[in-house]
């Protein structure tokens, strides 16, 4: 099965077709019954799918989506809260079980339909279809910084207003006043004219009776008093004080421990497998051969090579025996390939062109480039990035003849629950899958592979195992952020205006606008070639923009130099028809003093990137001294449209930067005789405490559509950085990362090329 898409997913007729699934659709109604034996405790009421109150009117928010310390449960919980008018101070929040009632269909709503203002009488009909299409295709998924713009806006909000308006219902009810007059704050249920006043637990019951609305009355946010405002996140805490339950900490009655390795080459198949030594090791109980599995997801087709598994008393004993296997693995045609290779294929299908596919096709674009003055053209290439999430994989499984439950930490829990289900050949409705926070995800934990071996390895020797992934594993056998080259060429006339923008590149994925510019040129030629390797390819932090922010930023920066103009003066020129991106832009440029000049060996850089509904202008400033790089200073400018949890996205938008700056500075994974070189954090290196600079985040509150956080500030640091180098010495990094070269290089000696 190819790759779903928006486009290839609308196409396909599961919306297209929408008069049958208006006509099949379960409108959603009051589902609280049937949950409440799922999700309820003895002293609470569940009053909506997403609220529950307990008898002291603490107010529990059920949040559909992970925690992998971005704050998704702190600032769905303000959502659902400033609509419910609750008292932040006695709101709590817990992650949803892994059933079908809470599939993300505000996901799909907002992602597949997005743009299209439904009247309100068909709004129960439209959430109905999207809860069938997200139950049937099993997504509660975390990421594509979805989650507040998505649920937040489309479920949470929601729930919080129905709620509310329920709550004012059965007051006027239960005192026989006017059902207008009835207000709400801080949980409480209001009547002025009498001087009533009761807690929401007063009516929680009667309320839980009622039939939510799916068009309630929205707050005004002049009014708002969570939303938008600092509040103290739920997560940190428990963090903090170390009752926190990671997946690592799950411990379950007879629970064994599993260390894992797989073919070294993606699509090496087990041959044999010699295990007397690992056996001989005191506390092994079991080495176990887990086949290859292959799974069908919205990214595509995930394969997981054949493994083996050492199974002991503890995971030091399980690390240990794995590498006292002696396997022979069998030969692949990949055998011989290598990172050189690789860039060599995609400089040939570049270069060849057949198939192109095109992304923005707008002008005379050959004309202008036959007529230009002037012609400029560059290469750019960006290699694999492992995850390297904090925490290794790792999952917990005790899997019995006719049910099974599994301890995890991911991104998608119903699609977990379903994989582990087949592989099992059981129903998934006998599968317990409990959530728990993770030490990050990124998009690795989206792919089941982890889950599906610790599954198979319970089963195999009937007793609870807890697999924990090596480093080394985890490293070399990651979903990697595919290695891609982009091809540009720029034309200007006889006064250097830019006239025409022609881009290529090597191999399509999400999100599809992503090499696409915010400029004013007025032929653009955007493509792609396909040109397939077997380095198998997974989400990563912004996805498709963290290649092409470093690409299209750092050619833009290219074009400025060559006309002799400065790169922000450039860039704003070229965002005439586009305001809201230069203000960003121009708030970074002001806030960095760009006008101000530096002294020699340092230099200042500048991007702009909008990805996942919101824009990020960001200037670095480095110091360059005999070769060696520091990065002083970022500012960072983000406008998401409505800020819901502005402490939250400053500190989404410097963990993607620190992020990115990994990437920029020395993420690397090389390909040699077909697999991954790099296996700890000695050869894959990540930004360490001296090496951070010092980050200025400034948010924009422009009222425009809300955009996600968690991605954005990731995909600009790495162009912003290259050009500053460029300020600083002159030299012109067209491949990343900076760390692999030598920056020994003066401003005399400009127009260098690395």
């Excluded at 040699?672 to 700890?680: A, D, I, P, Y």
């Amino acid at each position: 099965m190819s790759k779903w898409t928006r486009r290839a997913f609308i196409s396909s007729g599961i919306v297209a077709g929408g008069g049958l699934m208006v006509g099949i659709a379960m409108r959603p109604g009051n589902q609280v019954k049937d949950l409440a034996s799922k999700i309820g405790e003895e002293f609470d009421d569940l009053v909506h799918t997403y609220i529950k109150i307990d008898s002291d009117n603490v107010v529990t928010a059920i949040i559909p989506h992970s925690e992998m310390g971005q704050g998704v449960h702190t600032a769905l919980g303000q959502m659902l809260a400033e609509e419910l008018d609750a008292d932040w101070d006695q709101v709590k929040v817990e992650e949803a079980p892994a059933i079908g009632e809470y599939a993300s269909y505000s996901a799909g709503r907002r992602y597949l339909l997005s743009g299209i203002d439904f009247p309100n009488v068909l709004i129960p009909t439209v959430d109905g279809m999207m809860m069938r299409v997200a139950d049937t295709l099993n997504m509660q998924i975390t990421g594509g910084s979805l989650s507040v713009r998505s649920t937040g806006f489309l479920a949470m909000r929601v729930a919080g207003a129905a709620t509310r308006e329920m709550m004012q219902a059965a007051a006027a009810e239960s005192w026989g006043v006017p059902l207008n007059e009835v207000t709400t704050e801080n949980s409480y249920a209001v009547h002025e004219l009498t001087n009533r006043r009761e807690p929401y637990a007063a009516f929680a019951g009667a309320v839980a009776e009622m039939k939510p609305s799916q068009t309630p009355s929205f707050k005004d946010p002049s009014s708002y008093k969570i939303v938008g405002k600092y509040v103290p996140r739920r997560d940190i805490p428990a963090k903090v004080d170390g009752s926190a339950k990671f997946a690592l900490d799950v411990r379950v009655p007879e629970m064994t421990y599993a260390s894992v390795m797989r073919s070294p080459v993606p699509g090496g198949s087990l041959v044999s497998v010699d295990d007397s030594a690992a056996r001989a090791i005191q506390g092994v109980i079991d080495v176990v051969a887990i086949p290859a599995t292959s799974v069908t997801n919205m990214l595509g087709e995930m394969r997981s090579s054949d493994a083996v598994a050492v199974v002991a008393d503890s995971y030091w004993t399980a690390n240990r025996a794995v590498r006292a296997l002696k396997i022979t693995w069998s030969e692949t045609e990949y055998d011989a390939v290598s990172s050189d290779s690789i860039y060599a294929q995609f400089d040939r299908d570049i270069s060849a062109g057949s198939e192109r596919s095109a992304d923005r096709l707008e002008g005379e674009v050959a004309a202008a480039f036959s007529g230009a003055a002037r012609v400029i053209d560059a290469d750019y290439h960006v290699p694999f990035l492992a995850h390297t999430c904090m925490e290794p994989l790792n999952a917990t499984a005790d899997v019995r003849s006719d049910s099974a439950e599994i301890w995890v930490g991911c991104q998608n829990p119903l699609g977990f629950r379903r994989v582990v289900a087949d592989v099992l050949e059981m129903d998934p409705e006998n599968v317990t899958l409990n959530n728990h926070i993770m030490g990050g995800g990124f998009g690795r934990k989206a792919l089941q592979d982890y889950a599906i071996q610790v599954a198979l390895l319970s089963k195999a020797v009937g007793r609870p195992v807890q697999l924990i992934w090596s480093r080394e594993e985890d490293v070399r056998q990651d979903f990697y952020r595919p290695a891609v080259q982009s091809r540009f060429r720029a034309a200007f006339d006889e006064q250097d205006n830019l006239l025409a923008w022609q881009n290529t590149y090597t191999n399509k994925n999400e999100p599809i606008e992503a090499p696409l510019i915010p400029y004013a040129v007025a032929a653009q030629d955007i493509g792609y070639v396909s040109s397939p390797i077997h380095v198998p390819f997974g989400a990563w932090r912004s996805v498709d923009h963290s290649q092409h922010g470093f690409f299209t930023e750092s050619f833009i920066d290219e074009v400025a130099n060559t006309v002799g103009k400065d790169s922000y003066e450039l860039r704003a020129e070229l965002l005439r028809d586009n305001p809201r991106h230069l203000a960003v832009l121009t708030k970074a440029a002001e806030e960095a003093d760009w006008s101000t000049p530096l002294p020699e060996g340092r230099g200042r850089g500048i991007s702009l990137q909008e990805s996942f509904g919101s824009i990020v202008a960001q200037v670095v400033e480095v110091t360059v001294v005999n070769g060696q790089l520091s990065v002083d200073r970022v500012v960072a400018v983000i406008d998401a449209g409505i800020a819901v949890a502005p402490d939250g996205i400053i500190a989404q938008l410097e963990s993607g930067i620190i992020y990115g700056l990994t990437a920029a500075l020395h993420g690397e994974i090389t390909i040699e005789n077909g697999s991954v070189v790099q296996g700890n954090f000695d050869d894959y290196k990540s930004v360490r405490m001296n090496e951070a600079p010092v980050i200025e985040s400034h948010v924009i509150n422009s009222g425009h559509d809300i955009g996600g956080a968690g991605e954005p500030g990731t995909p600009g640091i790495a162009p912003a950085l290259a050009n500053a180098v460029y300020d600083a010495t002159g030299l012109r990094i067209r491949q990343l990362p900076i760390g692999n070269f030598d920056l020994n290089y003066q401003v005399e000696e400009s127009g260098v090329v690395a």
